[in-house]
């Protein structure tokens, strides 16, 4: 029976993904265009500026390295925080056809941040290690996180679209309601990865963190 119920919502997602393949397929990539603008700014990035972000990192394992018990409620709750304002600001701007450009821009914004996190961590690190902090501290709660605002993206995408094609009212209502609850879903899913980001990615890398 649950069986069956998993393979009823995998079909349920697969379904909406092929129905809305061009608009997840540009909104993935205006994310992969920010990761490599991520990457690109690292790689020109000035000694004193790769410096002081050297001394962060190094400052941030001896931290994690010397504290016991990290304030783990205190950083879900900023956590959390931070993804439901994230949601609620993709939410707001994809309801509206002047904010989807906006919509595009913040998460662009965050592949930029990703890129040039992932590209810090083995610029200093090297590539055998920076992979394994990298894999430690950023997998799991991003295979959840990337999804969830690309998606929440191509909803507002979708609602762009259906406002700019059908000026019907009462169709206009009913897709931003669905683009209401659908960004709702998302942003449980965000706090789950926030979930996982603190109690079990953190916990891990500072389990592995004497190695780096």
């Known amino acids: 029976m649950k069986k069956g119920k998993r393979l009823n919502k995998i079909n349920i997602i697969y379904k909406h993904v092929k129905n809305n393949s061009k608009e997840y397929f540009l909104v993935s990539l205006i994310f992969v265009i920010g990761i490599f603008l991520g990457v690109m700014f690292i790689n020109n990035t000035q000694e004193v500026q790769k410096t002081e972000i050297t001394s962060y990192l190094n400052s941030f394992i001896e931290k994690l390295k010397n504290v016991e018990n990290l304030e783990n409620m205190r950083l879900l709750k900023t956590s959390i925080l931070e993804n439901i304002i994230l949601s609620v600001t993709l ?19 965050r592949g930029f941040c990703l890129g040039y996190t992932i590209s810090t961590i083995i610029s200093i690190m090297g590539l055998g290690k920076g992979i394994i902090f990298i894999t430690i501290a950023l997998f799991l709660q991003n295979i959840i996180f990337i999804p ?51 109690l079990i990615s953190t916990n891990i890398l500072k389990h592995f963190i004497k190695y780096f």
């Open 91 to 109: 939410w707001f701007f994809g309801t509206t056809v002047i904010g989807i450009p906006v919509v595009f821009g913040i998460i662009m914004y």
């Open 148 to 198: 969830a605002i690309i998606a929440i993206g191509v909803s507002g995408f979708k609602l762009y679209k259906s406002i700019v094609k059908d000026r019907n009212k009462e169709n206009i209502k009913v897709e931003v309601l669905r683009h209401t609850i659908f960004s709702i879903i998302m942003m449980m899913v965000l706090c789950i990865a926030s979930i996982i980001e603190i």
